[in-house]
């Protein structure tokens, strides 16, 4: 017998008696849930900014520093900042290191934990650019903000390949003592733009 | 004394790190309290979280076969392995084929479980852990004493001093901004390096073939997004059945690890990189034995958040080492006993039964129930040491008579008091050795019941 058939037929033997799969409970109702995002991000290590347009996007974009000081930087969102690296370009995803800004679309946020989806068919041909960044810019729609983790659920879809990734805040460590830490492997810093 | 006592009293004879390593776990449960209050259906989620399990274990082959084919149809390969070394040839393989010499890891405790690295190291694979508390105990050549913060029982001096030996930083550094800032410079050139990254699963969805990895470094990411082989490496407990369900898991398991409101990455792979391959090795490796078990087949539903070793006030005195096994803490001493009776019989008995573990568990496991359980288990098979067994054979029969019970008690109010000091706290009284018995009251409780005019 296959390794397989032989876990599958002790898993079978050792079934406990069936029993009813449950839906997920209605989570908690923000009555501000842009202003609980906002909160959120800030809470997680990052800096949240709503801006009515993108031209009001761009002109916040340019006031950070990080941004201000990049040398490489590339933008997956139409009309929000600038790119100067051709990722369709780039062979193999490790000539992105290096890359000092990386803007990025999120699908939807979620208001109680400041999770930003972004699916892998935002991220352009090298996934990869959304934690080899030194720091991410998110810009997500104020109409795209979701209460909780059940509601961003029933919007996500799977498609093939099916990557996809909640993003909240920046990369962050607290391995040492406990103390906490930015930066750890991924970006150094999280701005999350709410559009709208 | 032997077993965790013993190396629980190793632990606790240096009293300001006991002292310390108490406090740095209770302030992560204080930080979890903080955020389960945030959530008023906090405890509508424990049960959800719970029934959801208890469905797919009643399921689990059903769904790991409908795991397989929906993975398949996303063109990962899928791998089973009945056991740990099964799972160390299957990975190695894959490896070896590839010809693979640097492997880049992310946190998995089922390759903890199976001692992959020792077992790829010793054919020649550069094996980095890149958690950086992992990172750290690797450099340490140690074991993670607990899963979620594998280095929480090392001091900053400590971890500063290794990195000077191990990765050049300045002698007696100890900031841990600098120490990290030092660590991620380390472990980039690392992930450039890397042909294959390899990770642990937090969550396999049956419905859409896919796995759900979650880290706060990006450490999972980094070493999934350069190299093209990913390798992820899942217990078959690891399923739930649809998509949406992980909201439920995900809404608790960051809360109740380390007080955030979810990790900074929740990274879902539903197929290879481009250009890339995608590996899924599932291993039993004891788990349908221990699902066979009415008793205890519940730890199976256990999410590894890790805030069972937090809140208990055994794991915070004694250390994650105590216990020497993969998983510590209150969830450890119900998984490691179950694979080894004879090796980890006294894990069970390292609990005073307080029940906190069961108050903040996720998946509402009765952790405190099964250990007062699996000490009955382990005293019928005559695992426990006979000195215990006699000890307690001796207190039942007394206690279990109202004559004998009475008796005892007027001799023991009669005698102790005279006794000299070195016979009461003898080597045969464990209990006196920190503790000082209360003084013997001249009357019972019953003598005073019967004077007091009713």
Redesign the interface.
Known sequence: M???D???????????????????????VYPDPVAQFAA?VA??GGACIRVPDLGALNVELTKLPAYARARRTVSLVAGAGSSNLDLAALGD??EL?GLDVAVVPGELG?A????VWVPGSSLG????V???AEHLVLVVRADRIVH???Q???R?R?E????????????????????L?I?????RSCTVFVLG | MSGHAASAARFAADEERAHWHDQ?LW??RAKRDAQAAA???WE??RE?AA??K????????DY??EFERNARA??VEVH???DGE?HNAIVHRILADRGVTRLVKSKSMLTEECHLNPYLIERGIEVVD????ER?VQLAGLPPSHIV????H???EE?GALFHDKIGTEEGASD??Y???AA?GH??AK??AAQAGLTGVNFAVAE?G?VVVCT????A??GT??PPIHIACMG?EKLV?R??????F??LLARSA?G???????????????GGELHFV?V?NGR??I??Q?TF?RSLSCIRCGACMNTCPVFRRSGGYSYGYTVPGPIGSLLAPQRDPRAYGSLPFASSLCGSCSDVCPVKIDLHHELYMFRQELVARRVVPWRKRFAMKVTGLVLGRSWSYRLAGKLMRAVVPRLPRFLVYGPWNPWGRARELPPMPRKSFRDLLREEPS
């Open positions: 296959s390794s397989r032989a876990i599958l037929a002790a898993l079978r033997k050792a079934a406990p008696p069936p029993s009813p799969l449950p839906e997920p409970p209605a989570g908690i959120m809470a997680v995803p490790h290191e979620v109680e934990n400041a999770a041909p090298h996934r990869a959304f934690v080899i909780t983790m059940h961003a659920y029933e996500i799977f093939r390949p099916g990557f996809g990734v909640f993003l909240c805040g920046p990369s962050k460590t607290a391995d040492i003592e406990q103390a830490v930066g750890a492997h991924g970006p | 740095a302030a992560v959530i008023p259906e509508e989620l959800t029934a959801i208890a469905h797919t274990l009643s399921r689990l082959a790991l076969e996303n063109g089973w392995a009945r099964e890149t958690d950086l508390g750290i913060m594998p280095a929480i090392m001091k900053r971890i841990p901004a120490l990290a800032e991620r472990l980039r992930f450039m859409s896919g706060n470094e990006g450490n990411d980094m997004s350069l078959v059945p998509s949406r369900d992980l909201g439920v995900l809404r380390t955030q409101p979810v990790t900074s990455y929740t990274t879902h792979f539903h197929g290879p990189i481009r599932i039993d349908s034995a699902l066979g009415e087949r």
